[in-house]
């Protein structure tokens, strides 16, 4: 099965969802530079959440590049992680709008922990698709970087009822851990290229 309309679709998805949540910024109120404080906390919510749904696309544009062909298995695991990350914008929101207070912080590791589980499940999916001796399934291997996304996300999450300060640093440091593109995937797109 070709996998054009499942980019083109997961494309699509992922740019509304950076929509809602750019339609969340409300202006803040007054005109000078001071006003502009009232919405940081804003800000940095938004850019946290723009980070990891960036994030997500330039990966699931990789993996889906280094694929020869896709399953309905994939089909599914794909509409699971597009259903977490659609989630994005309300728990972004929700966290922003209850100053950062432990239930919100909690969802939105727990919103952030089944994107990645669900990520991982769509990594193996299409590993398994294209056969185990696929370039996708070599550069996968065993995945240690998405497993300690996982257990980092987990302990963000209990961390969360500790401090929220230092759940959010842990949501950063899995996100900084993953800024830069999966090298491993990376390569198998361009070396899988007709």
Not at 42 to 65: C, D, E, K, P
Request: hydrophobic letters at 55%; glycine letters at 8%.
């Amino acid at each position: 099965m070709g996998k054009g309309r499942l980019e083109a679709f997961s494309d699509g998805v992922i740019a509304i969802i950076i929509t809602i949540m750019v339609l969340e910024l409300k202006p803040p109120d007054g005109a000078g530079f001071a006003a502009l404080a009232a919405i940081v906390p804003t800000f940095l919510s938004y850019v946290l959440s723009f980070l990891y749904v960036g994030i997500y696309w330039n990966n699931h544009h990789h993996m889906l590049h280094a694929a020869r062909g896709v399953s309905g298995a994939v089909l599914w695991a794909n509409l699971h992680l597009l259903f977490w990350l659609s989630l994005i914008p309300f728990v972004t929101s929700w966290m922003d709008r209850n100053h950062f207070a432990t239930a919100p912080v909690a969802v939105y590791g727990i919103v952030l922990l089944m994107a990645a589980i669900a990520y991982y499940n769509l990594a193996r999916c299409l590993a398994a698709t294209n056969g185990r001796d696929s370039a996708l399934a070599r550069a996968f291997g065993r995945d240690l970087k998405g497993l300690i996304s996982i257990v980092l996300y987990s302990g963000g999450i209990a961390a969360s009822f500790v401090s929220t300060r230092a759940a959010l640093g842990i949501y950063v440091l899995v996100a900084c851990i993953w800024f830069v593109p999966d090298r491993r995937i990376e390569g198998a797109a361009w070396n899988s290229a007709p």
